[in-house]
């Protein structure tokens, strides 16, 4: 069966799992979770960016010499990668589906090898509030403490590579904001079903219960059984104490207007909602402690969570 592959690109927190389930009512698409299978098809040509038993640097080396003697070099190792991952999705589709989604938030480590192995590729851009996914990770992977120093590569290095991304590949591109995906639901899929050239049906949104669950989101998709805006400014009461505020506003200086005009925010209002936000000391003094062995874990750098020794150099991992 043939089938061309969906990219649903974002951080993770940033509502990809419901826009995966909404997307999985058309019958023209099919996913299942996060498939994950693209990652090491790309990293085995990344240096020191796994650890394992074989001993990967040395993986990766013999695979580069073996790519190096195709005709066409890398050009060849993304097609036939291409090829492997299509026969892997259409294996995974249901009978009669056009598209296979592939929703893998930590594509963004590999988001440039993608657009050079699928160049008639469908990608969906979704961005969120920077501050909104950095409070959804501490409410749902931190149980509210401070964690951050644990997705660092993700709120730094993801951000950074899925804008550059994005702005270089536009064209064959869609971007989606949470804020708009939440308040005007059926408006934002009519146009990702027109890129996709499906067909849309009305009000397809509200049948979001009958949707199936996606292991990649633990609370929302349980919590509501219809669109929900209850989230969305959530993140002001989870960011309040002086410490995460502080931390917020460094945040967003480091983001930048330039990369939050991307994707449709604005420095100067997030900052005042930062502002405006009644402060209170919940998790202050833990926070300290947490950033604190933070840091140490950053330094160290524990073995199995090693990235790409680029992502260290430019202090993606461990910012701040």
Not at 31 to 49: C, H, M, N, V
Not at 73 to 86: M, P, R, T, V, W
Not at 206 to 223: I, V
Not at 295 to 317: H, L
């Amino acid at each position: 069966m043939s089938i061309k592959p969906i990219f649903l690109l974002s951080l993770p927190r940033a509502g990809s799992t419901l826009l995966q389930r909404l997307l999985s009512l058309n019958g023209g698409i099919s996913t299942k979770s996060e498939p994950w299978i693209a990652l090491p098809l790309f990293f085995a040509l990344k240096e020191r960016s796994v650890r394992s038993i074989y001993g990967h640097n040395t993986l990766t080396k013999g695979i580069s010499g073996f790519v190096d003697s195709f005709p066409h070099g890398i050009d060849d190792y993304y097609a036939s990668s291409a090829k492997y991952l299509n026969a892997m999705y259409a294996l995974g589709a249901e009978p009669g589906s056009t598209y296979f989604l592939d929703k893998t938030p930590r594509y963004h480590l590999i988001v440039d090898e993608l657009f050079k192995a699928f160049p008639d590729g469908k990608f969906i851009f979704l961005w969120r509030n920077p501050l909104a996914v950095s409070a959804s990770m501490i409410e749902t992977y931190g149980k509210g403490n401070w964690n951050l120093y644990m997705f660092w590569v993700d709120l730094y290095s993801g951000i950074d590579s899925l804008i550059n991304a994005f702005n270089q590949n536009s064209a064959r591109s869609i971007a989606v904001k949470y804020e708009d995906l939440v308040a005007q639901p059926n408006e934002q899929i009519m146009e990702i079903m027109d890129y996709l050239e499906l067909e849309y049906t009305a009000n397809s949104v509200d049948e979001l219960k009958n949707a199936k669950k996606m292991w990649g989101d633990r609370t929302g998709q349980y919590k509501y059984d219809h669109i929900s805006q209850a989230s969305k400014d959530k993140w002001k009461s989870v960011l309040s104490n002086p410490f995460r505020k502080t931390w917020a506003m460094n945040y967003l200086s480091w983001i930048g207007q330039d990369r939050l005009t991307t994707m449709g925010y604005d420095i100067n209002i997030l900052k005042s909602e930062i502002e405006n936000q009644q402060t209170n000391l919940n998790h202050a003094m833990s926070d300290i402690a947490r950033d604190i062995y933070g840091k140490i874990y950053c330094k160290y750098a524990i073995d199995d969570i090693r990235t790409n020794q680029s992502f260290f150099d430019n202090k993606y991992y461990c910012k701040n």
